[in-house]
């Protein structure tokens, strides 16, 4: 997951420090790999439920029947980091996979989140008060393991 979260971070042509956040389905809350990359970059993992990933469906570049079979929504990299990005988000990198997990990378002003997973140093700080503290413009990675 680090290493096609890094490719996704190169493709867009900007710094890992500019990552704001991670952002998933919630029945990855305790996925270990979300978590690891989590703390790699130092950011929040955020999740979604399916209903919220759904929602996003007519902004995704590359929706996926099989998905929804599987998950409930069209798709979750890119629905995710949508959704994390809030209703100013922009797909920045569509959906890139490696042979186990899928990233997406979008672009927005704030941060939206119906279930924070706090990881690292955050464990004792709200996402938000994190969020003030980072660029005015966050960068979310959208991923599926």
Not at 101 to 107: E, K, L, N, S, V
């Amino acid at each position: 997951m680090i290493l096609l979260a890094e490719q996704a971070l190169a493709t867009a042509g900007i710094d890992h420090l500019m990552l704001t956040g991670i952002a998933s389905l919630d029945s990855r809350v305790a996925e270990p790999a979300m978590l690891a990359a989590a703390t790699h970059f130092s950011v929040p993992f955020l999740v979604f439920d399916a209903g919220t990933l759904e929602a996003q469906s007519p902004r995704l570049q590359n929706p996926s029947d099989i998905v929804f079979a599987l998950t409930g929504c069209h798709g979750v990299a890119e629905a995710a980091a949508l959704a994390a990005t809030g209703k100013s988000g922009a797909l920045i990198v569509p959906k890139i996979k490696s042979a186990h997990a899928t990233a997406a990378i979008a672009r927005g002003e704030f941060i939206e989140s119906s279930q924070d997973v706090a990881v690292g140093r955050w464990q004792n700080e709200s996402v938000s008060s994190y969020l003030e503290s980072r660029l005015p413009m966050s960068m979310v990675l959208g991923a599926a393991p």
